[in-house]
């Protein structure tokens, strides 16, 4: 079975400061990696994708996350916050050989101007 | 409009009363999610569906009705409301499987008094 896990449920970060969430996975087989963001009253849209190709994948907004098969993970950093990144955060992992996404529980980034 | 769209975006019922919430998308993906966001949970899948009249159960089914007899739409019965059905229902597609992004709707509020 997969599973995510998001430590921490809320992040704040000041305007212009390093952004970063985190994100574990259990998974029995490799995984395809997706993190996605929702704002306020909308659903949730991609920021980006890991789908075993290159490890450090870039995403919208100037973010990006690097898969790390050995410690599990597939952090989300911004080099640096806007006031506009301020959302609610979800990882998302699934796999070939089935039918579902499982996604973490978020992570609500707050921006301090 | 192209898109997935759900309708509608906010209802008010009564514990007891049967309630349909629907999701059209215009991509004819094969794949589509019913999901249910709560606070601390994250998003819970409730039922998916590979294809047209093929649906599955997800994490937390029980109390929900899905059916798929066109591939463009996927409507989710409550067959009869209870105030632990209060959430928000986020309707997905994806295109032919998990290496590929879900595309969210917009979410329904729903709230059951």
């Known amino acids: 079975a997969q599973s995510v896990t998001q430590l921490g449920s809320h992040v704040s970060v000041s305007e212009g400061a390093l952004v970063l969430l985190r994100c574990n996975y259990s998974s029995s087989v490799p995984p395809y990696l997706f993190w996605y963001v929702q704002y306020p009253n909308q659903g949730l849209q991609l920021l980006l994708k890991y789908t075993s190709a290159a490890t450090l994948v870039k995403g919208i907004n100037g973010f990006e996350a690097e898969f790390k098969k050995s410690e599990t993970s597939f952090h989300l950093t911004k080099p640096s916050a806007h006031m506009s990144d301020a959302a609610e955060y979800f990882c998302?992992?699934?796999?070939?050989?089935?039918?579902?996404?499982?996604f973490g529980t978020g992570t609500s980034l707050t921006v301090i101007p | 409009d192209a898109g997935i769209t759900q309708s509608p975006r906010y209802k008010i019922t009564e514990t007891g009363r049967q309630v349909t919430l629907m999701c059209h998308q215009t991509?004819?993906?094969?794949?589509m999610f019913w999901y249910r966001q709560d606070l601390g949970h994250g998003l819970r899948l409730i039922y998916y569906?590979?294809?047209?009249?093929?649906?599955d159960k997800g994490e937390v089914p029980d109390g929900y009705v899905v059916s798929r007899s066109k591939t463009e739409n996927f409507p989710l019965t409550l067959e009869s409301a209870t105030r632990s059905q209060t959430s928000v229902y986020f309707c997905?597609?994806?295109?032919?499987?998990?290496?590929?992004?879900?595309?969210f709707g917009q979410g329904t509020r729903l709230t059951v008094v």
């Open positions: 991509w004819s993906h094969s794949y």
């Open positions: 569906s590979a294809a047209a009249d093929i649906t």
């Open positions: 997905a597609s994806s295109p032919d499987g998990m290496n590929t992004e879900a595309f």
């Open positions: 998302a992992v699934s796999v070939n050989t089935g039918n579902q996404f499982y």
